[in-house]
């Protein structure tokens, strides 16, 4: 019987999914209707949140969110009690 022989991958898997976890295109944005200006995304990330002269959120960083606040933009989104946050990826 021929064995089909394929070959031996240069990284292992978890490698790859690293790094393409680590290139994760994410854009977040806020809806302003919907936005009550409680602020616990400022809290929850900083780098990521402000607010308008009303207490609004805004968004502090136009394009893709770097890797390293990705995680913390998501935990604002999840505590955003009115569900105005929006991320895109
Ligand atoms: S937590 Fe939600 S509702 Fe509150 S300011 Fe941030 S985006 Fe607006």
């Known amino acids: 019987m021929r064995r089909i022989c394929w070959p031996k991958p240069k990284f292992p898997i978890l490698s790859a999914r690293v790094t393409f976890n680590s290139l994760a295109v994410m854009r977040v944005s806020v809806i302003d209707d919907a936005c009550h200006g409680h602020q616990m995304c400022a809290i929850a990330a900083p780098e990521v949140f402000g607010s308008d002269e009303m207490g609004n959120a805004t968004v502090l960083i136009s394009g893709d969110i770097p890797a ?6 998501r935990r604002a989104e999840s505590n955003c009690p009115e569900r105005a946050i929006v991320i895109t990826d």
């Open 68 to 73: 390293e606040l990705q995680a913390k933009t």
